[in-house]
Structure formats: C-alpha cells, structure tokens
C-alpha cells in the first residue's frame, strides 16, 4: 500500500512569489492534516481536514495560506504570497483512526 | 493552548550508551505518543501511551507514562548508529485530531 505522498520534494521561490504543495494520502483515509517545521523547531500544526471539510483550522498563520482538499481526496496548501518566515519543511498526514503516517514533506525556502 | 516541554534538545552519546528524553506537560494529557524523525526524514510513529504509569517495550526502547499523566520518557539502552535522529513527543487532541508536537530532543551517536 501506497504512503502519503507530497509534491514538489523542494521548492525555492522568491519573497512575493505563490507556491502550492500538493498531499496525496494513504487511499480510504478521511483524515488529512497539514504540519510545518521551521529551522529544526517543533513541528507544530496547520489544519486538519476531516474528508473535504475543515474540521480544524486554528494551526494556519494568516490569509495568506489556504488549504483546500475539493472530493476528499488529495489536498493543497496555497502560499500566496510568500514571505521570508514561510519558509520550512511542510509536512501532510493522513489517518483513518488515531495513528497519523506522514509524508515526506516539501521543503520550501522563501528568498 | 496546551504545551508539552520536551527536554533536553540535544544529546550526544558515544554508542553503546543509554539515551533518555523527556516529556512534561502542566496538564493532565489523555495520551502521549511518541515519533521519531531521521535526518532529512519525516516523522514516524513509535507508539501511543494512555494509561495512568503504562510502561511498554520495543526492543531497546522503553516508554513510560507518568502516575499522573502529566510526564512521558523515551529510553533507548545501548544506542546504536541507526538510532540518530530528532525524537519528538506528541499528544493528540480529541482522538483523532490534532498533535502538538513537543520540541524534539535531537540524538547524534559516536562511533
């Protein structure tokens, strides 16, 4: 069985620019959450998306981040437009019960 | 919000010797559960705690939970090259939900 999945593996944009991450979860898992980690800190929490719905989106930054997940099935973060501080490792997980399986994560810097 | 510390954020050990980190929270936690992140990784689950003074082995790795569910520890006897990396508590919120991450204890092993 296929793991979570995320696109791109990297990405380098400029200050300003837009960036959108894509998260494929593990097939039949409702749950689907966001994560960042900034420079080596905690990871801490984005949202949480309960099949299309957002179930839980106290963990997003401000307007400039926005998650969607259209069908239930794969979701995307949309960063527009990015600063500086935006940049980190975001990472997705799905579950189906309480055990939540990341992805790889997309590694974003922000010039 | 809830915080969950997470002590120390960096051990070095030569291999061959013990490793402990640490968990505490000023709250009573419903759970505990632990991850552990390789460098350039994602973060994997090890294990869920919930019970009042739980104890639960694998391998060389020993999780406890405390009487009061307030305090958590991870300990790996003998530590091996293989097991370097971030080790990061995490409690999940309203099952299911979710996690806050503590800061993660950084592990590098000598040879």
């Known amino acids: 069985e296929a793991g979570v999945t995320q696109f791109p593996s990297h990405s380098v944009i400029e200050k300003g620019q837009t960036v959108t991450l894509r998260c494929d979860p593990i097939s039949g898992h409702d749950n689907l959450y966001w994560y960042r980690r900034v420079m080596g800190k905690e990871i801490k929490f984005l949202l949480h998306f309960v099949k299309e719905s957002k179930q839980d989106e106290s963990g997003m930054p401000n307007n400039r981040f926005l998650a969607e997940r259209t069908g239930g099935t794969y979701s995307t973060l949309k960063v527009q437009p990015a600063e500086l501080e935006d940049s980190g490792v975001y990472f997705c997980a799905s579950s189906q019960y309480e055990t939540q399986y990341f992805g790889p994560g997309t590694r974003l810097l922000v010039l | 919000g809830q915080q969950v510390m997470q002590i120390p954020q960096y051990q070095h050990v030569q291999e061959g010797e013990d490793f402990t980190t640490y968990c505490n929270s000023s709250?009573?936690?419903?759970?505990i559960q632990w991850y552990k992140q390789r460098p350039g990784g994602h973060p994997v689950f090890l294990i869920q705690l919930v019970k009042s003074g739980e104890v639960k082995k694998q391998k060389r790795l020993t999780f406890q939970f405390g009487e009061a569910k307030k305090n958590s520890s991870l300990h790996i006897t003998a530590t091996q090259t293989t097991d370097v990396g971030t080790y990061f508590c995490?409690?999940?919120?309203?099952?299911?939900?979710?996690?806050?991450f503590g800061q993660g204890t950084e592990l590098s092993v000598k040879p």
């Open positions: 995490a409690v999940c919120y309203n099952q299911g939900g979710k996690l806050i």
């Open positions: 709250t009573t936690l419903s759970n």
